[in-house]
């Protein structure tokens, strides 16, 4: 039974999706404020999150950097395409807009678990490794080697080369922004910058090929990068 966090201040609307939610199988529970969403998410991970943009405490625009590895559906009445590509740019799986049709949000909903579901049975999570497709990455000694056994290649990552390819192998059916790249990957190097981060991309993509003929990261002009879903 998949867990959904309905993060709404307003209880009418709570209510409703929490009694359509359980209608169609689903466990929920509430947050008030995204601050009270933040408490709830630092000891516990629902498989999916609902979320309103104008909340009391911390926004539903402040909240959305904050989430990790758990598709966030936009619930809100801003109706503005700007608005929309931000969000989802900015993390979000999907966004749907107020007042909607019950069966369009279940079915978002499904698709939205679905993916996720894929997602991580694509990309492989263990204690001191990450792999994708034959990508593998050991968290502990930042080396990237390959999983097919006639292939015994491994190299050594920078600091900044290994925050990059962490964050794009954690996150591997979405399109990194630029600007997310560079807030992101702060937290573990000082070492990149918006003019440098094509430079240590390029390196990047070169290590990787001494292991594996495949081009796994992909360019997306004008907005930043990603995994490539499918082997070249």
């Known amino acids: 039974m998949?867990?959904?966090?309905?993060?709404d201040d307003d209880i009418y609307i709570g209510d409703m999706l929490e009694e359509i939610l359980?209608?169609?199988?689903?466990?929920?529970?509430?947050a008030y404020s995204g601050t009270e969403a933040l408490m709830y998410l630092s000891?516990?991970?629902?498989?999916?999150i609902l979320l309103d943009l104008m909340l009391p405490g911390l926004s539903g625009?402040?909240?959305?950097?904050?989430?990790?590895?758990?598709?966030?559906?936009?619930?809100?009445?801003?109706?503005?395409?700007s608005d929309k590509v931000d969000l989802l740019l900015g993390g979000a799986s999907d966004y749907i807009t107020k007042?909607?049709?019950?069966?369009?949000?279940?079915?978002?909903?499904?698709?939205?678990?679905?993916?996720?579901?894929?997602?991580?049975?694509?990309?492989?999570?263990?204690?001191?490794?990450?792999?994708?497709?034959r990508l593998v990455l050991d968290t502990d000694a930042h080396i990237v080697s390959s999983s097919e056994a006639d292939k015994s290649a491994s190299v050594k990552l920078t600091q900044t080369e290994y925050a990059i390819l962490k964050l794009l192998m954690e996150n591997p059916s979405q399109v990194i922004p630029k600007s997310r790249i560079?807030?992101?990957?702060?937290?573990?190097?000082?070492?990149?910058?918006?003019?440098?981060?094509?430079?240590?991309i390029s390196n990047l993509r070169k290590k990787l090929k001494t292991i594996d003929e495949n081009?796994?990261?992909?360019s997306v002009w004008g907005i930043g990068f990603k995994m490539r879903e499918e082997e070249s």
């Open 99 to 133: 007042p909607f049709h019950t069966r369009e949000l279940l079915a978002r909903i499904a698709v939205c678990l679905r993916t996720h579901a894929q997602n991580t049975e694509q990309t492989g999570y263990t204690p001191g490794r990450i792999t994708f497709h």
């Open 182 to 200: 560079l807030d992101k990957i702060s937290e573990d190097t000082q070492d990149c910058t918006e003019s440098s981060l094509k430079v240590h």
């Open 215 to 218: 081009d796994y990261i992909e």
């Open 2 to 7: 998949s867990t959904i966090l309905i993060v």
């Open 22 to 30: 359980a209608e169609e199988g689903y466990k929920t529970t509430r």
């Open 43 to 48: 000891s516990n991970h629902p498989d999916l």
């Open 61 to 81: 625009e402040e909240l959305l950097p904050l989430i990790q590895e758990i598709p966030v559906i936009v619930v809100s009445a801003k109706a503005e395409v």
